[in-house]
């Protein structure tokens, strides 16, 4: 048999994911358990849209959003003009309180008809601050350049220019959207120009007053205060007030409105985005399960590996991969005899797999071939310890399957043969091993030995097992010229392998499912324990059921061999 000198230690870092990757998909009920979670959801969701859509053709449709803006421009409108009326009332107490109530203006009528335009056109400036002051926006400062008090003013025709210009270039930024730092920038330098412009008015204003102060009476005689009429301007005030708290409320009841409507369509583009078609969330619920489950196996794949082929085997533990066996189906012309057809379904010897690992380790010449099958899963043990026995029988050798493990009993299930009485019976002193020794055949005109472990009253003590098997397979051994121990891994690991007349030792594993780590200690300990680890068999399959055959003790084998007996 080749050495494993030869096993590359490394591989590529795509070659191992993919391994990965196939060990992932050999999980399919974890995958399809996530997958089937998804599409639960989704259907939960599909009923939640279906509840929506109804609920949908059961509200009534959007009306059109009503327009705000004249309301808008109303309300300003008023506002003004109750800010005018309150200025005008101010000023008409301001004088009367101003005005001696003994004295009277007996100026000419021209210089009378010049202060009193100057009192407007004072009073129409002090309004245009005002406003410019509490609003300071461009109409504001447009007023102030636009009226008539300082519509001859170049400086301010000048500043009114490029208060249009950086107005034109704002709305140009306005259009793109967004915050610029050059939007701001205009907005800043217009700002500065309605402060110069408003510095402008307060200088005309004075300039008025002055003017008005210089048309002082030269001539003064005692006046009546009720010549000021301040009820005049009391009613433009009311009416001013009742014009701006009606314009209020109907642009407060159509605000109402338009927010009422925002939100009914908020509700619909809501359910316009809930109604997704059924199948598109089905389709995307289970592709969605399907590589959350994908992802979630392939990660704890990667936290703990498991064996994905037999070059992964053989570069950790340096022991060869004999063969790979997998279940099948047997073919139908096999199926025609009743002997064929209540044959135990995992036993198939002329399988290319057991008969390759059959030829690893049989030894050269006609020695003794003496083997010691172990593995994490007792079944998958099992089965390979009987096939390579009657592997063993088809080549006209004398074979005798031992099964050492009574806590499994896995060779009574897999042969479909009692499991009383066993090793436990004749450890135990109750039978002898002639009586517990059973023929099972293995095809048209072949058969094997079998002891089964028992499952007798004693306790089931794996040390105790093993000390009988290791005293009668010296004897065993001159009359059978093969013999397969079936054991589990704390009896190898006690010594069972090394007591034997031959050390060697077949591991049996699981592809997709026997942990790396779990093969590289058990290979470890069976050569701490003396064995000799001179292949490893894969498994490609499910678990093979093979629960142990119960039924009535016998006092004896008819089919036992006269060398035993004898």
């Known amino acids: 048999m080749p050495t494993t000198a030869e096993f590359r230690h490394q591989v590529p870092r795509s070659a191992w994911m993919a391994a990965r990757a196939r060990n992932a998909m050999r999980r399919p009920v974890f995958v399809i358990a996530l997958t089937a979670g998804a599409a639960i959801t989704a259907l939960v969701a599909v009923v939640t849209t279906q509840q929506a859509q109804r609920a949908e053709r059961a509200l009534p449709p959007p009306a059109a959003r009503p327009d705000t803006l004249p309301f808008a421009i109303t309300f300003a409108t008023a506002s003004v003009r109750l800010s005018d009326a309150e200025s005008s009332l101010v000023n008409a107490r301001t004088r009367a309180t101003q005005v001696s109530p003994a004295a009277v203006d007996t100026m000419s009528p021209a210089r009378r008809a010049r202060r009193d335009s100057l009192d407007i056109a004072i009073l129409d400036l002090e309004r245009l601050i005002a406003r410019a002051e509490n609003a300071p926006l461009s109409a504001s400062y447009r007023g102030l350049a636009e009226s008539a008090a300082l519509k001859g003013d170049p400086r301010m025709r000048a500043l009114g220019d490029s208060l249009t210009e950086i107005e034109k270039e704002r709305e140009a930024f306005g259009a793109i959207g967004g915050v610029d730092p050059v939007f701001v920038a ?47 301007r009391l009613l433009s005030l009311d009416s001013a007030r009742a014009g701006a708290a009606d314009a209020n409320r109907q642009l407060s009841r159509m605000r109402d409105s338009v927010n009422a409507i925002a939100k009914r369509e908020a509700e619909v583009r809501d359910i316009a985005t809930a109604a997704t078609p059924v199948m598109a969330i089905l389709g995307a619920s289970i592709l969605f399960g399907a590589v959350i489950g994908f992802g979630t196996a392939l990660v704890a794949e990667l936290r703990r590996p498991r064996i994905a082929d037999a070059g992964e085997a053989e570069r950790l533990t340096m022991v060869r991969v004999v063969a790979k066996v997998r279940p099948r189906q047997r073919p139908k012309d096999r199926q025609r005899r009743e002997s064929d057809r209540l044959a135990p379904p995992y036993l198939e010897p002329r399988t290319d797999g057991y008969q390759l690992a059959y030829l690893h380790v049989v030894p050269p010449g006609t020695g003794l071939l003496m083997v010691t099958l172990v593995g994490p899963d007792m079944p998958i043990v099992g089965v390979i310890a009987a096939n390579l026995a009657a592997v063993a029988a088809d080549e006209a050798r004398n074979a005798l399957l031992i099964d050492a493990d009574p806590a499994s009993s896995t060779v009574s299930g897999t042969l479909r043969i009692p499991n009383d009485p066993g090793v436990l019976d004749a450890a135990a002193g109750r039978v002898e091993w002639a009586e517990v020794t059973q023929g099972t055949p293995t095809g048209r005109d072949r058969a094997i030995e079998v002891v089964t472990s028992g499952t007798g009253r004693s306790e089931r003590d794996p040390a105790t097992v093993a000390d009988a098997v290791v005293r009668e397979t010296a004897r065993l051994s001159r009359h059978y010229d093969a013999i397969f121990v079936v054991a589990s891994p704390q009896q190898v690991n006690a010594g069972l392998a090394a007591a034997l007349p031959v050390h060697s030792v077949v591991l049996c594993a699981r592809i997709g499912y026997t942990r790396l780590r779990d093969l590289q200690r058990l290979v470890a300990q069976v050569r701490e324990a003396g064995g000799n680890p001179v292949g490893i068999v894969l498994w490609d399959g499910l678990v093979p059921e093979v629960p142990p055959v119960s039924g009535p003790r016998r006092s004896a084998n008819s089919a036992e061999p006269a060398s035993v007996n004898g």
């Open 186 to 232: 205009l907005t800043g330098r217009a700002t500065e120009v309605g402060r110069a412009m408003q510095a402008i008015a307060l200088e005309r204003r004075a300039g008025l007053q002055r003017d008005v102060a210089s048309l002082a009476p030269a001539v003064v005689h005692p006046v009546d205060l009720a010549s000021i009429d301040t009820a005049s």
